[in-house]
């Protein structure tokens, strides 16, 4: 499974992004596909994620900011990130489980104060 992720950037806080990922090969094996974040120096934490049934996982802090949604195809999400606060600064990466992890490159979010 290849994922190519697209988006990101930066952002006064209170602001809005998209991030964008599309899965490819494989992908009929995929269970769930999501976002992971990752601060400087601290392990990837998952931010929200959406299985192939349609059930859908938040990060507690983002609830009610961040949306995940599955695409017109079912191998493309997105997350509509509203609200953005400049501790959702970080590395975001898309991520897809199947038999194993699979993951894009990383897009820089930066929310400025």
């Known amino acids: 499974v290849q994922l190519q992720a697209s988006g990101g950037g930066s952002v006064q806080a209170g602001g809005s992004l998209r991030l964008s990922c599309t899965a490819s090969?494989?992908?009929?094996?995929?269970?769930?596909m999501g976002w992971y974040r990752q601060y400087p120096g601290k392990e990837r934490e998952l931010v929200a994620y959406?299985?192939?049934?349609?059930?859908?996982n938040y990060k507690d802090a983002v609830k009610g900011r961040f949306t995940i949604a599955r695409g017109g195809t079912k191998n493309t999400i997105s997350l509509q990130m509203n609200s953005l606060q400049p501790e959702d600064t970080a590395v975001y990466y898309c991520?897809?489980?199947?038999?194993?992890?699979?993951w894009g490159k990383g897009t820089l979010v930066t929310v400025s104060s």
């Open positions: 991520n897809a489980k199947s038999a194993g992890h699979y």
């Open positions: 090969g494989g992908i009929l094996s995929i269970n769930s």
């Open positions: 959406i299985t192939s049934g349609g059930s859908i």
